[in-house]
């Protein structure tokens, strides 16, 4: 049965004492006795670091592995992947017009498609206290991947029209792979769009925010929210596009000031972050997590709509006494 996931939306924003949602799945492999290359290969392996993550923490939503080197691999794009670290893009497909009137659009469940959409339907069975999202990447963050990400921004300039015949393709496909996850059950997805956080408000309207709004247009609903991720700097710069995307919630990163970000954002409509998950949640100590967790709250807490998070995916890596002492200083801080 399909969640009414507008009224969940609408209760977390009303609700007085907010869960924290942080974008937490890599340390799942710990949690298992497994490693990075075991989980990504894996649907079961997914499922199980998944439900595993939502026994040990109150979360407020589960949220699926943030790999995104998954739908640029689909492409043809080659990937680095080692055991213990999420795995990169190493390489571009397109570097000339050619090349991009010449890539072909794969069909959903290839590569490792296949094992992710499945992770979320057995997932699904698993998780039933809690709403349960998928992770899929942006349409810039993914033409970036396929033109490689440095070139993209000169290509933004010089080949406009090549950037824009990779987003539609990159839009094709997203919108396609984010039905089947609708279909195997999910909820949600978490779409990251990291690459848009380094445009020009002009850029980032014309080569992301009209592509998310497209891929927004087709797959939401009732029963199917989509929370939209930018961890670029540029992100208050860009915030009118952003929104314009009319995504249900946005989640930020660290390179910004949550607070500043909060006074750009419609009282109705949550945002979150953003905690910084390198160097605070896997870089820190238990003390230092939670103080840092005290001090965003402080600032932040007051806003009806804000709701805390990681700034970005909690790296595999992770001590689970760190994740500990941030939900430690979330429930401290609501109990007040």
Partial sequence: MNKDMRGWLNGLLQADKKKAMPVLSFPGASLLGINVKELIFSARNQADAMAAVAAKVDSAASVSLMDLSVEAECFGAPIHISEDEVPTVTGSVVSSPEDAEKLAVPE??????????EAI?????????????????????LAGRLTDVTEAMIYCYEEPEMMHTVLEKATDFLIRYIKAYKEAGADGIVMAEPLAGLLSPELAEEFSARYVKKINDAVKSDDFLVIY?????????????????????????????MEEMLGHIPADTIAMGNIDPAGVLRGGTPESVKAATSELLNRCGGHKNFVISSGCDIPPATPWENIGAFFEAVKEYYAK
Wanted: some cysteine; charged content about 15%.
């Fill in 121 to 141: 339907r057995l997932a699904k069975e698993k998780i039933a206290d809690r709403p349960v999202f998928a992770g899929v990447i942006g349409p810039f963050s």
């Fill in 229 to 257: 991720h930018n961890c670029g700097n540029t992100a208050i710069l860009t915030i009118d596009s952003i929104l314009s995307t009319g995504a249900d919630a946005y989640h930020f990163g660290n390179a910004i000031d």
């Fill in 108 to 117: 959903v469940g290839a590569g490792r498609t296949n094992i992710y959409i």
